[in-house]
């Protein structure tokens, strides 16, 4: 089985890489550093990989769009989705939340062992969706709160947590700059925030 690692550290591929080849079940196809790295692999590749391992943090690329990326290649194509296991430093059960609502299919704390990292792959591959026990904490904690957006809302959250003006998220998400101000309304609304700085917290 094929796997392709997107992280921006390569020490941190070359680890996983080494962990993954010693099982004697995986090869590891490629390692990527951006998003675009990431696509050419994917657009270039006779065959997707079986699983790909993503970080969030890839220097100014958001490891997170990666999974609509993904999906709509994916889709445009006929092709099944490889499974996504994010695994990344970030603690922000916002951005977990996330994650899995785009459709990764676990989460993983760079935190974890060698054996943990390779519990969830196994479970990954078996259709199921993986998440730290370290993680399941937090999404706990957090889950009432994040269930009341709607992914459009998430889209926008994601945008004011990146710093983006009203017109810059308009203009990313393609709907009108009354809209985008209608959705932070209705996101001060169900927080019971009031500011810009305090959703940038969530």
């Not at 090869?27 to 951006?34: G, I, K, L, R």
């Not at 499974?83 to 299919?105: H, R, W, Y």
Request: charged content about 20%; overall charge neutral; aromatic content about 6%.
């Amino acid at each position: 089985m094929e796997a392709l690692l997107i992280d921006d550290h390569p020490m941190l591929n070359t680890g996983i890489a080494a962990i993954l080849e010693a099982t004697g079940l995986f090869t590891v196809c490629a390692q990527a550093e951006s998003l675009a790295q990431a696509m050419s692999v994917i657009e270039k590749s006779k065959t997707l990989p079986s699983i790909i391992i993503l970080d969030l943090l890839l220097g100014e690329d958001n490891g997170l769009d990666f999974i609509p990326m993904l999906e709509n290649y994916c889709a445009k194509n006929k092709i099944p989705k490889p499974p996504v296991l994010v695994c990344s430093a970030l603690g922000d059960s916002f951005k977990i939340q996330t994650a899995l609502k785009l459709g990764a299919a676990g989460f993983l704390s760079k935190t974890g062992n060698k054996a943990e990292l390779l519990k969830a792959i196994d479970a990954i591959l078996g259709g199921k969706t993986y998440i730290s026990s370290e993680i399941n904490v937090k999404l706990n904690e957090s889950s009432s709160m994040y269930a009341k957006f709607s992914k459009r809302e998430i889209d926008v959250i994601n945008l004011l947590k990146a710093n983006k003006s009203n017109k810059q998220i308009a203009d990313t998400l393609f709907i009108s700059l009354r809209t985008i101000e209608n959705y932070i309304s209705k996101i001060y609304f169900k927080t019971g925030l009031s500011s810009r700085e305090e959703l940038q917290r969530l």
